[in-house]
């Protein structure tokens, strides 16, 4: 049989055991957090893109060490008695760092929105071990043989890091590991952290600052720049050079990559509404009509074995195109710019589509993206500048 058929095969036999493994694991019971707006669509990794992550936390590789050894460290520095605290870990993934991190605390919660994960999740905690069922080359063995954590106490919910239905000022301390650079709208998420947070609380954020030509390049002058406008002072920040997906044994052709990291520590000084920490005040309003700069186009690309990418060109300066890498939220928002409607009906669309929580968070949503320079207000004079086809 030729080597290609062979990998399919194997790779075909490989998802027909996970399949059956996860129905066994979605049997027992796993908590799902009811919140005003959890009746929409949120959208989860699958099992095969999480696989590597699976891998990382809880497989033969030792990335995880020195990035627990870090946010350990903060957490021990600015938190005075952890028995006493109560931790929440949006966006837990795999879920390995919020499992070594929570053994100090008197309560931890750990979230995510892939149930598949979260069942995972919960069996490793449960039982200590799992085997996984990988085709190569992620593995030669055909599985992979997992080891939990003993973190009895870390709570597994499903629950989306935006919208939790934590209370307001509940926790004492928030850790967002590689999730921000994930996040479609980072506002929303670090306006829900200063939400969650009681005064005073800490928020810990350690992820890839993201390629340079993106919207949201998280390198330490942005971080910081995003969490000061969602009423945070800033106590730690500072670049960490790491390696990506090493995996060692489980995988010794497996390639990786080097890059850089930022480690932010930041705590909760003032109260900020969603909407008000989104939106400069003034700049933005319902009857406002927003337009597209010359040569505006979305570009969506389809990458062999991952998900879609989406970028956003547009001339703002003739013959000087510039590319923005954006999610599917802001690619829904600008396509519906015409230059004839105005904000207040571009955003009841939004909402009624699910892509926002509410008018005031979809006008926000476009504010942000005036003050980003992905949209220009249109003004007296101006002729209609559509999204090109």
Not at 21 to 47: C, I, N, R
Not at 172 to 179: E, G, I, N, P
Not at 305 to 317: A, C, T
Request: include cysteine.
């Amino acid at each position: 049989m030729p080597t290609g058929i062979s990998r399919l095969r194997d790779q075909t036999r490989a998802a027909c055991r996970q399949v059956a493994m996860l129905q066994d694991l979605l049997g027992s019971s796993l908590k799902v957090a009811e919140t005003e707006s959890f009746s929409q669509v949120v959208p989860s990794w699958s099992l095969e893109a999480l696989a590597p992550w699976l891998i990382r936390d809880w497989g033969p590789a030792r990335e995880l060490e020195e990035i627990e050894a870090r946010l350990a460290m903060a957490c021990a520095t600015h938190l005075r008695d952890p028995a006493s605290c109560r931790i929440a870990f949006p966006g837990c993934g795999a879920g390995g760092l919020a499992a070594r991190l929570a053994a100090p605390f008197g309560e931890a919660y750990a979230f995510d929105t892939s149930l598949p994960i979260l069942a995972i999740l919960a069996r490793l905690l449960r039982q200590g071990s799992l085997d996984l069922c990988l085709a190569p080359p992620l593995t030669e063995a055909g599985r992979l043989a997992m080891r939990g954590a003993d973190a009895s106490q870390l709570e597994i919910l499903a629950m989306d890091a935006t919208r939790t239905a934590f209370a307001n000022g509940a926790l004492d301390c928030v850790v967002t590991a590689f999730l921000l650079d994930l996040i479609p709208d980072p506002h929303l998420l670090v306006a829900e952290v200063n939400r969650m947070l009681a005064p005073g609380g800490i928020w810990i954020n350690y992820g890839p600052t993201g390629p340079r030509g993106a919207l949201w390049h998280f390198s330490g002058v942005e971080t910081v720049e995003l969490a000061k406008r969602h009423g945070f002072s800033i106590l730690e920040s500072e670049p960490h050079r790491s390696t990506l997906f090493n995996f060692g044994a489980a995988d010794p052709a497996g390639a990786w990559s080097s890059h850089v990291c930022n480690l932010l520590v930041a705590k909760k000084t003032s109260e900020i509404s969603r909407a008000a920490a989104a939106t400069p005040a003034g700049e933005t309003t319902e009857r406002d009509i927003p337009a597209h700069f010359p040569g505006a186009l979305i570009e969506r690309r389809q990458h062999p074995g991952e998900n879609e990418s989406i970028l956003f060109v547009h001339e703002r300066v003739p013959g000087r195109p510039v590319r923005f890498s954006i999610g599917p939220g802001f690619a829904a928002a600008l396509a519906s710019v015409d230059g004839q409607t105005p904000v207040a009906v571009l955003a009841a669309r939004l909402v009624q589509s699910g892509l926002a929580r509410d008018q005031k968070d979809a006008v926000a949503a476009y504010g942000r993206l005036i003050d980003s320079e992905l949209l220009r207000l249109k003004t007296a004079g101006d002729g209609d500048v559509s999204l090109l086809k």
